[in-house]
């Protein structure tokens, strides 16, 4: 065999394994996500609850019942957490941006920069104090090149919340 060959063939055999490896991480990560939306449907269920619309973040995912009015929320970040809000006892929801200050200067010439480090939905409450905020990026998990778009669905998230709480106040005058 001659050199050439022994190369391509060293070569094929490189990007084959790499090849290997990426099919199994995509099956691994869509295998994931499935238990994931089985068990947020699963848990849709328990509460009585049927989705209008849903959307998979990066650590939650998010359904809205807009018959009953209830959103609830998977949070897999730490464990899984559900939330399940009932919009007749949500005051107001907002989209909010939480900031943080970043040096990427040196030692001799500091520059801080103000970067944003959240953004998502903050729900107010009728009856008790506090809110719940709903994280939709994190700059430690999501690219900044992705944060218009990110931002763009908590925006239209929040305005499709908003019209529901609007109906509930209207009905009520």
Known sequence: MSTLMIGAMIIAGTIGIFLLFIAVSNKSAKERNKALLNRFHQSGAEHGLSFSS??????????????????????????????????????????????????????KKPDIELQIR?????????????????????NRNHSVYERKEIETKAKEWQLMLSQLLLKDAVVRA
């Open 54 to 107: 849903q959307e998979v973040l990066n650590n939650s995912i998010i359904g809205l019942d807009g018959v009953h009015r209830k959103l609830l929320v998977l949070d897999f970040s730490n464990g899984y957490n559900i939330s399940c809000i009932d919009l007749a006892d949500v005051k107001d929801c907002t989209v909010k941006k939480e900031y943080e200050n970043v040096d990427f200067g040196n030692s």
């Open 118 to 138: 959240f953004t998502g939905i903050e729900f107010s409450f009728k009856k008790r104090t506090g809110t719940f905020f709903l994280p939709f990026y994190d």
